[in-house]
């Protein structure tokens, strides 16, 4: 079976969220289970760098819709990922990706002007790739797209009288790609295509509408996001769609790369345990309250977050019980950016509790996993949550999780069981999720089977990697 899995990023060549960790394990996991998948990815200039002692040239294509309104010539280079060594095809454009920001904005944080045209193009290769028409030898029997930056690719497919089976993955419902329709023309789209049965969203151009109409299977990040996202709010408009076509809408659960997150091999860590031998955590506890200007209390419950600082995250539910934690003898340790009015929160909570509360504003990777070793509990109250990974991180690093119920979430924690789940995103809710979390800390034989059990669940990317060999092979057969 060969999958062309196309996405606008993947660790650890370029990464701005969950969707590069899905995009780095998943080929390399499905590689692992005999399936010959291969990744379709922008050539940024840190992919280009990254990459570049073994990039070969494969193809060249010269009439693609790019950053203006005349056809731009690109190249198609393939080479393999770093350590899975996953194969990876490159499109070298430079008009389009060559820029000094990230993979989607400038050093401001200013959505680039052209990103309809920048992932169109991607779109573009990616269905010609899959078409008839492809210039490789290598020909792919299903095509897995990604987020609104690859939205458009089922949509180009299609229109092509294309027969193909195409399959979109929703990480983040969202983030829909929207533009003004008058790009139609330049984006090689026909006017047919803008409707409701077609690209059409409340008057816009939608990529991501584009990926869900067009694709023959759509698939999201757990399976309680995928009903969630059948009605409002978090359908985010897509909702009527969505449930037009729940028949064709399955959820399967992310994995974790559980090489990268073992606490008993993990070199950002001085310390090494696991579930069968977890004393060494009482060790990285102590290193994390050295670390970051905490006081030094073994019993002290260390309550940790890693998050963007933003509403969805639920800092604001944080923020309203931080003061009854401490209150209750414990320790904040928080890391992240984001909003500038729940960064300046974050700050004066660490002014109000020093010793007791420390903040990191900013992305550490070596710190989260610290974090993740050193907490006796982990806070996750976001409003919403397709997937979420640091829960499962912290379930394997015997940090008790306390998580809002939604989303990927609500299918990885199990209440009482490996942490503590509450039903409605409020401080009320949170703080008797916190209370009855410190309640049982206190009593240290049954706090340690409830961690020793969340050390033992599989999260790994295997038994994700089983649920789309399936899917694929039921769309393969006419199945699904």
């Not at 280079?77 to 990230?102: H, K």
């Not at 009854?324 to 928080?334: F, K, M, N, S, V």
């Not at 649920?467 to 092979?473: D, G, I, K, N, V």
């Amino acid at each position: 079976m060969r999958i062309l899995f196309v996405t606008s990023e993947a660790a650890p060549l370029i990464k701005t969220g969950g969707l590069a960790d899905v995009s780095g394990a998943l080929p390399a996991a499905l590689r692992e289970i005999g399936i010959d998948c291969r990744l379709l990815i922008p050539g940024y200039p840190i992919v280009m760098q990254k990459l570049e002692s073994s990039l070969q040239l494969v193809a060249q294509f010269d009439n693609l819709a790019g950053a203006g309104a005349e056809p731009i010539a690109a190249r198609l280079m393939l080479a393999q990922m770093p350590g899975a060594g996953t194969p990876i095809y490159v499109l070298d454009a430079p008009l389009a990706y060559a820029r000094s920001g990230g993979p989607y904005q400038d050093s401001n944080g200013i959505d680039y002007y052209d990103n309809a045209q920048r992932f169109a193009l991607l779109g573009q290769v990616a269905a010609r790739l899959a078409g008839a028409d492809s210039p490789l030898d290598w020909h792919p029997d299903l095509l897995h797209c990604n987020d609104w930056q690859t939205g458009l690719a089922p949509a180009y497919l299609r229109l092509a009288g294309n027969a193909i089976p195409t399959v979109m993955t929703v990480h983040n419902l969202a983030y829909q790609g929207i533009f003004p329709p008058v790009m139609l023309g330049e984006l090689n789209l026909p006017l047919k295509c803008f409707s409701v049965e077609g690209v059409e969203y409340y008057g816009n151009l939608s990529f991501l509408k584009a990926g869900l109409y067009y694709a023959n299977h759509i698939t999201t990040v757990s399976p309680t996001y995928a009903h969630e996202i059948q009605q409002a709010p978090l359908g985010m408009g897509m909702q009527g769609l969505l449930t037009s076509r729940n028949q064709d809408l399955s959820g399967i659960l992310n994995g974790i790369d559980v090489n990268e997150w073992n606490p008993a091999a993990d070199p950002h860590l001085e310390c090494e345990f696991s579930a069968r031998a977890p004393a060494g955590k009482k060790h990285c506890k102590q290193k994390l309250q050295e670390e970051l200007g905490l006081q030094p209390n073994a019993d002290a419950p260390l309550f940790g977050m890693i998050a963007r600082m933003a509403h969805q995250k639920g800092l604001d539910l944080v923020l309203a019980v931080a003061d009854g934690i401490i209150d209750r003898g414990g320790q904040i340790a928080l890391l992240g950016t984001g909003e500038k009015s729940i960064e300046a929160a974050v700050r004066a909570l660490v002014a109000r509790h020093p010793g007791r509360v420390s903040a990191l504003i900013g992305y550490n990777e070596g710190l989260s996993h610290r974090i993740e070793a050193g907490s006796d509990i982990f806070l996750m109250p976001s409003l919403f949550e397709p997937c979420g990974l640091n829960q499962m991180y912290s379930l394997r690093y015997g940090s008790v999780p306390i998580v809002h119920a939604t989303g990927g979430l609500r299918d990885t924690v199990e209440d009482g069981v490996t942490g503590f789940v509450f039903e409605h995103p409020t401080p009320h809710a949170l703080w008797l999720a916190v209370e009855r979390a410190l309640d049982l800390y206190a009593l240290k034989p049954a706090w340690k089977k409830l961690m020793i059990t969340g050390m033992n669940r599989d999260f790994s990317w295997q038994k994700s990697a089983l649920a789309y060999q399936s899917l694929y092979q039921g769309l393969l057969a006419g199945q699904v």
